[in-house]
């Protein structure tokens, strides 16, 4: 890595303790930025917030997996069963959760939807909170229940970024049944207090669902700590995964208060079939009992195996370097977007304090002013209709930082 004296200056405006912890963590065995790690790449990517590259030991990972697959004479020999149990596990550990409180699910959405369905909902009409700053694919979901007369209310985002708590208390009347929110918005990368988030649910006896997207693995997360009843997320953003699986998490002390929201053989924890021969006799087709945990209850069909030997082997690798490490490393990096941008006279969309991977700014026509430049330049990061957004992940440095710096207009273009 070349520092250059943005990056120095950068280091020094994260102030003493950020350095200091950073200095503190450094001795871990994987360097960071973790370059090696992935492949080379063709241009300067600032995009793991959309889709984070695949490291190299996923890979090869996947690479035996598929040689087991087509039973070549090299195959290794994998317990699947294991890894799966594995990877609940390492992620459990990762956002603060048993594994018996977890169920591995398709999607953020699909464990979204299930919640959903787990109390009650389009039936029930009580009252759901949420925000402005959750997944927008999620408005259409809310949009949806509004209109089949659940009473949702959806907070505004303030001038500078965030959720205002006292809305948000104000929102929370008795006899509101949920509250759900990002904990990392997708949009810009405000992080809600959720400890404070679930005592002002809580207060008012509602449960709480938490999108963890854009914080597990990348910002410290302790589910149980905090008080969350419910969260969901992907696997391809920050836990280095891949589409088709994630993850479902339900407080142990919730899952005997709601509803199945539908039967899967993977729930199943016994089973005796009484119909075949040599069966053991029986009244019924069969004897069954669903699982005493999420799994049980939210479970459905077949898991994607190549999404389990892949975070079986980035999870563990995530855990090692440590999430607390990889926000001290990053955030000079997010702090000089930040100032330069602002510097340069663009709208910011994320609080200046933000300590998560993801800075957006707002531009009018950002997609048709920023789409030449960008390209010209090598640089991948998103950019929507009206704003832009910088995910920096463990393989940026300060060099990439300065790239998308040098190649963004000096100004806002008109």
């Known amino acids: 890595m070349t520092f250059t004296r943005r990056a120095l200056i950068a280091a020094a405006a994260a102030g003493p303790m950020v350095a200091e912890k950073a200095a503190a963590l450094a001795p871990a065995a994987s360097p960071l930025p973790a370059k090696a790690a992935f492949a080379a790449m063709p241009y300067v990517y600032l995009d793991a917030g959309s889709t984070h590259p ?74 759901i909170v949420t925000d402005a700053l959750h997944f927008f694919g999620s408005f259409y979901t809310y949009g949806e229940m509004k209109r089949l007369g659940v009473d949702v209310v959806t907070l505004r985002m303030t001038r500078d970024g965030r959720i205002d708590m006292d809305q948000m208390a104000a929102a929370v009347t008795t006899g509101t049944r949920l509250v759900s929110i990002s904990a990392v918005s997708t949009t810009n990368g405000f992080e809600h207090d959720l400890k404070k988030v679930c005592d002002i649910a809580h207060a008012k006896g509602a449960y709480v669902y938490v999108d963890l997207a854009h914080a597990a693995g990348a910002v410290p997360v302790d ?11 992907s696997s391809y953003k920050w836990l280095m995964g891949d589409f088709g699986l994630g993850f479902l998490y339900v407080r142990k002390e919730v899952q005997s208060k709601i509803k199945r929201p539908w039967w899967g053989y993977h729930q199943i924890g016994r089973f005796q079939s009484h119909v075949f021969p040599y069966d053991a006799p029986g009244e019924s087709v069969a004897d069954y009992a669903a699982r005493p945990d999420a799994t049980g209850v939210f479970a459905m069909g077949t898991t994607s195996w190549t999404g389990v030997v892949q975070l079986d082997q980035t999870l ?37 304090d933000s300590r998560t991977p993801l800075v957006a700014f707002a531009l009018k026509d950002a997609r048709a002013k920023l789409a030449e430049p960008l390209s010209k330049g090598a640089v991948r990061m998103t950019v929507s209709q009206n704003r832009f957004r910088v995910s920096v992940a463990i393989f940026n440095d300060m060099n990439d930082i300065d790239r998308l710096l040098n190649v963004l207009p000096k100004a806002p273009p008109a």
């Not at 048993?98 to 919640?115: H, K, Y």
């Not at 589910?223 to 997320?233: E, P, S």
């Open 316 to 352: 563990p690798w995530i855990q090692s370097i440590g999430v607390e490490r990889i926000q001290a490393w990053r955030q000079p990096l997010i702090d000089t977007v930040q100032t330069e941008l602002r510097q340069r006279g663009y709208e910011p969309l994320t609080p200046q």
């Open 54 to 127: 695949m490291p190299l030991g996923a890979r090869a990972a996947l690479e035996g997996y598929l040689r087991y697959k087509t039973r070549a004479a090299d195959a290794p020999e994998l317990d699947m069963g294991a890894k799966e149990r594995n990877v609940l596990a390492t992620f459990g550990a990762l956002v603060g959760a048993a594994p018996d409180e977890l169920s591995i699910v398709q999607s953020t959405t699909m464990g979204e939807n299930l919640v959903l369905q787990a109390l009650g909902y389009p039936d029930e009409k009580a009252r």
């Open 223 to 233: 589910l149980r700590a905090a008080g969350v009843d419910f969260a969901a997320t």
